[in-house]
Each structure stands twice: as structure tokens, then as C-alpha cells.
Nanobody, 118 residues
Framework: QVQFVETGGGLVQPGGSLRLSCAAS????????MMWYHQAPGKERELVAD????????NYADSVKGRFTISRDNARNTVYLQMNNLKPEDTAVYYC???????????WGQGTQVTVSS
């Protein structure tokens, strides 16, 4: 059974930082590209960042480049998202997933809420 447990969200002021974690299970984690998505109220889920299976290649949405860093620990089956210089428009629920046949798998966790507000 594929499972994702996202943690680390919270309320933070603009300019602040958070580090999200996603513990994955039920599949061979080290073989797959891992991704972070976010979904703001009333909007569709959007890809924020992804990282290759070995961790050597990363990609970011333009809106987060230079502020967010994705990383992974294959020994712990965990992917991270370090978020710095947070902005109110980063407010969303954040989810992780793996890429399967070019798309996110059908499995989603509960996500973790990030709220950026003064």
C-alpha cells in the first residue's frame, strides 16, 4: 500500500522559513522521481519541484526558484522541501508524490498546510 505522510507545515510570517518532510512507503522509493505539489484554496494542484531518483537533478516552478530547495534521503525513503523567504502566495496545502509513467501516481497523502501571513 503506497503511503505518503507529509509534515512540517505551519503558520509563518512573510520572509520566514519552513522545512517540509514526506515519508513514503509501499514502493521502491529510490527508483522514482519524487515531486512536491501545492494546492491553494480554489485552485488546482500545481507542481512545485521535483528531484531525480538519485538526487542529482532538480527542477522548480518559476515562482519558487531561488527560494525553495528539494532534497531526498533514499536510505530513509524521505523527500524534503526547504522553503525560504516565504510569501503569502505560497499559502497552500503541500503534497508529495512520485512520478509514474510521466504523471503523479494516483496515491496522495493528507498533505501539510502552509500558511504565510503576518
Amino acid at each position: 500500500q503506497v503511503q505518503f505522510v507529509e509534515t512540517g507545515g505551519g503558520l509563518v510570517q512573510p520572509g520566514g522559513s519552513l522545512r517540509l518532510s514526506c515519508a513514503a512507503s509501499g514502493f521502491t522509493f529510490s527508483r522514482y522521481v519524487m515531486m512536491w505539489y501545492h494546492q491553494a484554496p480554489g485552485k488546482e494542484r500545481e507542481l512545485v519541484a521535483d528531484i531525480s531518483s538519485g538526487g542529482g537533478t532538480t527542477n522548480y516552478a518559476d515562482s519558487v526558484k531561488g527560494r525553495f530547495t528539494i532534497s531526498r534521503d533514499n536510505a530513509r525513503n524521505t523527500v524534503y522541501l526547504q522553503m525560504n523567504n516565504l510569501k503569502p502566495e505560497d499559502t497552500a496545502v503541500y503534497y508529495c508524490n512520485y512520478r509514474f509513467m510521466g504523471r503523479p501516481s494516483n496515491h496522495w497523502g493528507q498533505g501539510t498546510q502552509v500558511t504565510v501571513s503576518s
